[in-house]
C-alpha cells in the first residue's frame, strides 16, 4: 500500500484536517463495536461519517481490528475518492443515498441477525415497544436487492422516509443520526425490538400486543423530552 504522509497530513489521495482525524478515529470505533456486539460477522456491515462534503467510510474487505489512522478512506459526495488509497465499502451507493435525500451526518449498516430474521417476515416492523418513536415510527422493510446496487439505495432511500432507520428485506439494517452515537444507537435498539418481537411472537397460543397509534403518538411526544438539556 502505498502511503505518503508528510507535515500537511497527507496520506494518498488529498488533505485530511483534525476533523477528518477525528471522525474517522469514530468510524473505526464504531465498526469494531457492531463486530464486538453482535451486529456483523467478519468484514460485513459498514459505516460512515460525513464532514462538510467528505464522507469517511469503512473500506471493502478489510478486518476493523487492523483498521488505524493511516487507512482513513474517504470520497465526495459524488464517490470519488478524495482520501486514502483504500478501496471503499461495496456499500457506498448506500450511504451516499442516504446522506443525498437526509439530514445525516453518520450511518450504521449492519447485518444484525434478528433484524435480518424479521425482514424476512413482515412488510415492517411491528409496534411492539415505545422506542420504535426513536426512529420515527414502524420501521419499514425495503423490497430485496442485491448488494451493493442502485437499486438497494433507492428502496433504502424510500423506506426511510420520515423514518431514521429500515430494514433491509434478507439482509440487515441501516440507521442514520446526527452523530456516530446516536445512528449506532438506533441500530442498537432496532435490533433488539425485533429480538423482543420474535420472542414475544414465538410463544405458542398468544400473539403479542401491539402500541395503537395514539400510544405511539403519546411516546413520540414524550421522548422529545427525553434526556438531559443543557
Known amino acids: 500500500m502505498d502511503r505518503q504522509r508528510g507535515d500537511t497530513g497527507r496520506i494518498g489521495a ?34 460512515s461519517a460525513r464532514v462538510g462534503d467528505t464522507v469517511l467510510v469503512t473500506p471493502t474487505g478489510v478486518p476493523y481490528d487492523r483498521l488505524g489512522p493511516d487507512d482513513i478512506t474517504g470520497v465526495d459526495l459524488t464517490g470519488r475518492q478524495v482520501l ?46 415505545y422506542m420504535i418513536c426513536a426512529l420515527g415510527g414502524p420501521v419499514r422493510v425495503a423490497p430485496y436487492a442485491a448488494y451493493g446496487t442502485p437499486e438497494l439505495a433507492a428502496h433504502a432511500v424510500a423506506a426511510l422516509i420520515d423514518r431514521t432507520g429500515c430494514l433491509l428485506r434478507n439482509h440487515g439494517t441501516l440507521t442514520y443520526g446526527t452523530t456516530l452515537a446516536q445512528a449506532y444507537d438506533r441500530t442498537a435498539q432496532l435490533e433488539w425490538m425485533c429480538r423482543l418481537w420474535l420472542t414475544a411472537s414465538s410463544v405458542p397460543g398468544h400473539t403479542p400486543s401491539l402500541l395503537t397509534e395514539a400510544e405511539l403518538a403519546e411516546a413520540a411526544d414524550r421522548l422529545k423530552g427525553y434526556g438531559q438539556r443543557g
Open 14 to 47: 488529498g488533505r485530511i484536517g483534525a476533523a477528518e482525524a477525528e471522525a474517522w478515529a469514530e468510524v473505526v470505533a464504531t465498526a469494531r463495536r457492531t463486530a464486538a456486539e453482535g451486529l456483523v460477522v467478519g468484514t460485513s456491515g459498514n459505516v
Open 84 to 129: 486514502g488509497t483504500l478501496k471503499p465499502t461495496s456499500e457506498l451507493p448506500l450511504h451516499l443515498a442516504v446522506y443525498g435525500a437526509t439530514d445525516a451526518r453518520a450511518v450504521v449498516h449492519t447485518h444484525a441477525v434478528h433484524a435480518t430474521a424479521v425482514s424476512t417476515l413482515v412488510p415492517e416492523l411491528p409496534p411492539i415497544h
